[in-house]
């Protein structure tokens, strides 16, 4: 199977640490970097195997991260010896806090401009307007669907990666497949994709299906909660959810 998905809009490696320091609730300025190393390296092996058009920076963030963590195993000078060295991970950690700092001023402005969305002009009649509360949701990144998919592929047994079955799917019958169950249903969970899949080239099938609806604008992924379930709807003006950023 060869489907390669270009997305518009792809987050980069400082992303991918910011997802990772987060969701291990890890101190960014004191990074355990063999652990993040290690991580890091699984979901780019991830998206390697998903075929997701890795841009350079990935690549070189992840000989970073090696190269940090080959420095911190080196042993330490004689007890004799007093050498002002800078913490290897000095210069990475500099670069997170100033990314970080940069994403949660994106998020405000964002946020900003959809509450200028509610404000309603002088003379507009009471009855028009919107009293209800908008429910809030967070933005589901790639990194979140990456991580469902690596709990889904950990979950199968091994037997069956090596199974070789023929091929019953392609991409488009499960974009086809992803879209009539919308019609359906208002709200589909990616944990109801995946489970209803037979087997790791089913499961690599629907994934690429739902980056591709995604890429296209027709659904839109959100979660109730950081690091929740992942809500798949379709995009409709009429259905706009209120996000907001995950850096807040």
Excluded: C, W
């Excluded at 841009?55 to 004799?80: C, N, Q, R, V, Y």
């Excluded at 169950?181 to 209803?196: A, D, G, N, P």
């Excluded at 959100?222 to 009429?238: A, P, S």
Aim: cysteine-free.
């Amino acid at each position: 199977m060869s489907y390669k998905v270009k997305l518009e809009v792809f987050e980069g490696p400082l992303d991918l640490l910011l997802y990772l320091i987060r969701k291990e609730e890890l101190d960014i300025s004191d990074i355990p970097i063999a652990k993040i190393t290690d991580q890091y390296l699984e979901y780019l092996e991830f998206m390697k195997m998903l075929d997701l058009n890795i841009a350079g920076e990935f690549i070189l963030m992840a000989a970073t991260l090696m190269h940090i963590k080959s420095k911190m195993l080196l042993p330490k000078t004689d007890e004799g010896e007093i050498v002002e060295e800078e913490d290897p991970r000095a210069e990475l950690v500099r670069r997170l806090l100033e990314y970080k700092k940069f994403k949660e001023a994106a998020g405000e402005l964002f946020s900003m401009e959809m509450k200028q969305k509610d404000v309603f002009a002088r003379g507009v009649a009471e009855d028009n307007q919107q009293t209800e509360e908008k429910e809030e949701y967070f933005e589901a990144s790639l990194f979140d669907l990456l991580s469902a998919f690596n709990k889904v592929m950990k979950e199968i047994p091994k037997d069956t990666f090596h199974q070789v079955i023929k091929d019953e799917f392609t991409v488009e019958e499960k974009m086809h497949d992803i879209f009539h169950m919308l019609v359906k249903k208002t709200v589909i969970y990616v944990t109801e994709l995946f489970k209803s899949a037979k087997n790791k080239r089913e499961i690599i099938t629907i994934f690429l299906a739902l980056l591709e609806l995604i890429r296209l604008k027709e659904v839109v992924i959100m979660q109730k909660q950081m690091f929740g379930d992942i809500e798949i709807v379709q995009n409709k003006e009429l259905m706009e959810p209120k996000f907001r950023s995950k850096g807040q």
